[in-house]
């Protein structure tokens, strides 16, 4: 297999790794390219180990703008196709089409939907109270929606949430073009020319500033929430997937379990999620992750610092704890760490009262023992979401 140092160029901007562009791994794609004889590649979105994701038109005549998503041949959408064809919702990415293409190397599932834009560049841009509530209330009826029908999402994080783009179908498509940032490519040129194979592309290029086009269009537009990557999806109490989790969105009861229980793979269902969608509202609202730079083994004492009581199970592991390694369990601790939380939603809250309420709703979700934890349901018919049907963005 090749490696970096293999390749005269390399890109000073994030692009997918060209090593990867073997037996197994991504399919060779170029600007310009018609994937199946329908979709024309015109930029990059986006890409991730298991997958690159281009901005595409179709050919049929129509024009219209679509999201093609096609991953390793290691990896498939298979999982991803059902569970989108099974849920149906304006707060969940819409299938499309799917199909295989193959290529030099091997056998890639493509999954095509509609273009959502992702969040966390426009979270990055100065945003209301009011767009930032929108926001999180869409994300909270797509996880409802989810468990509605019997769906985990089980890695809800921001990187998978963006923004429905509607307005792109009444642009030109000549202005879209234009509008979006100027290409960056990097030749993908091996030092030995024994390596050249059509296993490469010939340069691989930076995903577009999708997010700037959006904010110039549709900026001041009430936000459609929507996630846009259902890969670890399963149906409650089926799920046979590795454990995947990002730190800053992990539950109390799989930290638990990995550091204390030594279980590689714990289940992750519907509480989990809700876990997950709390970290994500306070991100939305705050703009910073609530366990930013903790580590795993760590996460559990933070957990405890802004509980106020300890599940059963726990209490064992608590106890053995040097004296001067127990976070205090009691109200007071933990009303003066979510104080502190307040201090940093409130920048971005409406009022002293909208503040209030935020927290209030978090920490009925941020509860240490699953079956404590409110539903998906009760999030989206909490208080604090009470004003969104007639809250008005700032001109």
């Given at each position: 297999?090749?490696?970096?140092d293999?390749?005269?160029?390399?890109?000073?901007?994030?692009?997918?790794?060209?090593t990867?562009?073997?037996?197994?791994?991504?399919?060779?794609?170029?600007?310009?390219?018609?994937?199946?004889?329908?979709?024309?590649?015109?930029?990059?979105?986006?890409?991730?180990?298991?997958?690159?994701?281009?901005?595409?038109?179709?050919?049929?005549?129509?024009?219209?703008?679509?999201?093609?998503?096609?991953?390793?041949?290691?990896?498939?959408t298979?999982?991803?196709v059902?569970?989108?064809?099974?849920?149906?919702?304006?707060?969940?990415?819409?299938?499309?089409?799917?199909?295989?293409?193959?290529?030099?190397?091997?056998?890639?599932?493509?999954?095509?939907?509609?273009?959502?834009?992702?969040?966390?560049?426009?979270?990055?841009s100065?945003?209301?109270?009011?767009w930032?509530?929108l926001?999180?209330?869409g994300?909270?009826q797509?996880?409802?929606?989810?468990?509605?029908?019997?769906?985990?999402?089980?890695?809800?994080r921001?990187g998978n949430?963006?923004?429905?783009?509607?307005?792109?179908?009444?642009?030109?498509?000549?202005?879209?073009?234009?509008?979006?940032?100027?290409?960056?490519?990097?030749?993908?040129?091996?030092?030995?020319?024994?390596n050249?194979?059509?296993?490469?592309?010939?340069?691989?290029?930076t995903?577009?500033?999708?997010?700037?086009?959006?904010?110039?269009?549709?900026?001041?537009?009430?936000p459609?929430?929507?996630i846009?990557?259902?890969?670890?999806?399963?149906?409650?109490?089926?799920?046979?997937?590795?454990?995947?989790?990002?730190?800053?969105?992990?539950?109390?009861?799989?930290?638990?379990?990995?550091?204390?229980?030594?279980?590689?793979?714990p289940?992750?269902?519907?509480?989990?999620d809700?876990?997950?969608?709390?970290?994500?509202?306070?991100e939305?609202?705050?703009g910073?992750?609530?366990?930013?730079?903790?580590?795993?083994?760590?996460?559990?004492?933070?957990?405890?610092?802004?509980?106020?009581?300890?599940?059963?199970?726990?209490?064992?592991?608590?106890?053995?704890?040097?004296?001067?390694?127990?976070?205090?369990?009691?109200s007071?601790?933990?009303?003066?760490?979510?104080?502190?939380?307040?201090?940093?939603?409130?920048?971005?809250c409406?009022?002293?009262?909208?503040?209030?309420?935020?927290?209030?709703?978090?920490?009925?979700?941020?509860?240490?023992?699953?079956?404590?934890?409110?539903?998906?349901?009760?999030?989206?018919?909490?208080?604090?979401?009470?004003?969104?049907?007639?809250?008005?963005?700032?001109?």
């Amino acid at each position: 297999m090749l490696t970096p140092d293999d390749f005269f160029f390399h890109s000073k901007e994030p692009t997918e790794d060209i090593t990867l562009y073997a037996s197994g791994g991504y399919h060779p794609i170029i600007l310009g390219d018609i994937i199946n004889g329908q979709y024309r590649v015109i930029q990059k979105l986006g890409f991730r180990r298991s997958a690159t994701v281009w901005f595409a038109q179709k050919t049929d005549g129509s024009e219209a703008f679509v999201t093609v998503k096609v991953t390793t041949a290691e990896s498939n959408t298979a999982n991803e196709v059902s569970i989108l064809r099974a849920v149906s919702s304006p707060h969940i990415s819409t299938h499309v089409d799917h199909f295989t293409t193959s290529g030099p190397n091997g056998t890639h599932s493509v999954l095509v939907t509609d273009v959502v834009v992702p969040i966390l560049p426009i979270l990055a841009s100065s945003r209301s109270s009011q767009w930032r509530k929108l926001a999180a209330y869409g994300l909270a009826q797509a996880i409802l929606d989810l468990h509605t029908k019997g769906v985990v999402h089980a890695d809800l994080r921001l990187g998978n949430v963006g923004l429905a783009f509607p307005q792109l179908a009444d642009e030109d498509p000549l202005d879209v073009m234009q509008d979006l940032v100027t290409y960056d490519l990097t030749i993908v040129l091996p030092k030995c020319a024994v390596n050249q194979t059509s296993s490469l592309p010939a340069y691989v290029v930076t995903p577009c500033k999708l997010a700037e086009y959006y904010s110039r269009i549709a900026g001041k537009t009430r936000p459609q929430t929507k996630i846009f990557d259902l890969d670890s999806a399963h149906k409650v109490g089926t799920s046979s997937r590795p454990f995947r989790c990002a730190l800053e969105i992990c539950t109390p009861e799989c930290i638990f379990a990995r550091v204390i229980d030594n279980v590689d793979s714990p289940p992750v269902e519907p509480p989990a999620d809700v876990w997950a969608l709390g970290a994500a509202i306070y991100e939305i609202i705050t703009g910073s992750s609530l366990f930013h730079g903790v580590d795993m083994k760590d996460l559990l004492h933070y957990m405890v610092a802004m509980a106020e009581s300890l599940p059963s199970r726990w209490r064992n592991w608590y106890d053995t704890l040097p004296k001067s390694d127990q976070p205090e369990i009691s109200s007071g601790a933990a009303h003066k760490w979510w104080a502190e939380r307040r201090e940093m939603a409130r920048v971005n809250c409406g009022d002293d009262n909208d503040a209030n309420g935020l927290i209030n709703l978090l920490r009925k979700v941020f509860v240490l023992d699953p079956e404590e934890r409110i539903t998906a349901e009760q999030v989206v018919g909490n208080p604090w979401f009470a004003d969104v049907n007639t809250l008005e963005l700032p001109p």
